[in-house]
């Protein structure tokens, strides 16, 4: 079965500060990966993904995250967040044959000025 | 293009009433899948549609249902509404294809039930 852990619940960080968020999954097939964004009363709007090739993604906003195969994880960073940023984040994973995804819990991210 | 719309925005019921929720893909799209969002359990996958036909399901009771349509707009009901089914409910859309193309979420219909 597939899983995907999003290690902290909520992060805090000053404006201009780098920030990562990090996610792992687990698998036992190759997956696809995602980074999600969702503001207040909003839907999720996607940041990033990794389908192959080069394992550092770069996203919208200025985010990228990195996949690494070994370590079964798919962390997210941004060099100097913004109180814009301040949204919660989710990690997900799909299947190659399979069109279902699964989430995160989420992390939420407060960007304090 | 236009994204994915879901109607109503915000709902309100009771208890042992029924409701049915509406969502309409991006054009060209045909796979519809449906979460739900609360605070405790976070985002659960309720179903996907595509073709009009259910592929994937989630592990919800059978008082949630859905239906898709020829032009791929599709529909949840909730039966039966109790306390716990207050949610934010989020239909998601994407060619279907599998598995690398990313889903496009709507704003979601927040329901309430008192």
């Known amino acids: 079965a597939q899983s995907v852990t999003q290690l902290d619940s909520q992060v805090p960080v000053f404006e201009e500060a780098p920030v990562e968020l990090r996610c792992n999954y687990s698998?036992?097939?190759?997956?696809?990966l995602f980074w999600y964004v969702q503001y207040p009363n909003q839907g999720l709007q996607l940041l990033l993904k990794?389908?192959?090739?080069?394992?550092l993604v770069k996203g919208i906003n200025g985010f990228e995250a990195e996949f690494n195969k070994s370590q079964t994880s798919f962390h997210l960073r941004k060099p100097s967040v913004h109180i814009s940023d301040t949204a919660e984040y989710f990690c997900a994973v799909t299947l190659y044959n399979f069109n279902k995804f699964y989430f995160g819990s989420g992390t939420k991210l407060n960007v304090k000025p | 293009k236009a994204g994915v719309t879901q109607t109503p925005r915000y709902l309100i019921k009771t208890r042992g009433q029924q409701v049915t929720l509406s969502c309409s893909p991006i054009s060209g799209h045909r796979s519809v899948s449906w979460y739900q969002q609360t605070p405790g359990q976070g985002l659960q996958f309720l179903f996907e549609?595509?073709?009009?036909?259910?592929?994937n399901k989630g592990n919800f009771p059978g008082r949630f249902s859905g239906r898709q349509f020829s032009n791929s707009r599709s529909e949840m009901n909730v039966s039966t509404l109790e306390l716990g089914d207050s949610a934010l409910y989020l239909c998601?859309?994407?060619?279907?294809?599998?598995?690398?193309?990313?889903?496009?979420f709507g704003d979601g219909t927040r329901l309430s039930i008192l």
């Open positions: 998601a859309s994407s060619s279907g294809q599998p598995g690398n193309q990313p889903q496009h």
């Open positions: 549609y595509f073709s009009e036909t259910q592929r």
């Open positions: 990794y389908l192959s090739g080069s394992t």
């Open positions: 698998s036992s097939v190759s997956v696809y």
